[in-house]
């Protein structure tokens, strides 16, 4: 599969896995919506809480993957992107990333300091469907 394709296939995922490393050194695996936004196969931004566990851990240790799958009856394929994580809360980067509805999360609004931006750098990339697996440079 191209990047193109690749690309393709993880702008049509609703949900995203992406993975801290904890304290002890362990993975730590959280499902996602979709990014927000996204810069081809390079970067992704994810809006969270800052009083979440996982924006502690990636300011402790950036490394970080996001997995994009597609299960289907007969047919599995999958997407890892190994990268960093970096957490934002610049005014700027949150009022980017903003949805109407984040109220929701957020009662404080687009200003409110529990809103923050996560931004994951992919490095590189495995793309794994039909018992195949492909590494990628990004």
Request: aromatic share 14%; hydrophobic share 35%.
């Amino acid at each position: 599969m191209d990047l193109k394709q690749i690309e393709a296939f993880i702008a049509g995922r609703k949900v995203s896995l992406i993975c801290s490393v904890d304290a002890a050194g362990f993975p730590a695996v959280k499902a996602m919506l979709r990014p927000r936004q996204r810069s081809g196969l390079r970067e992704f931004w994810f809006s969270t809480n800052t009083s979440s566990m996982r924006v502690g851990q990636f300011q402790n240790n950036p490394k970080a993957s996001v997995y994009f799958y597609r299960k289907g009856l007969f047919k599995y394929t999958g997407v890892l992107l190994t990268g960093t994580m970096e957490v934002l809360t610049d005014q700027e980067t949150k009022n980017k990333l903003w949805k109407k509805g984040d109220t929701l999360f957020y009662k404080g609004g687009v200003t409110d300091p529990d809103y923050c931006v996560l931004k994951f750098t992919a490095k590189k990339g495995r793309y794994y469907c039909d018992l195949k697996t492909e590494d990628f440079d990004i």
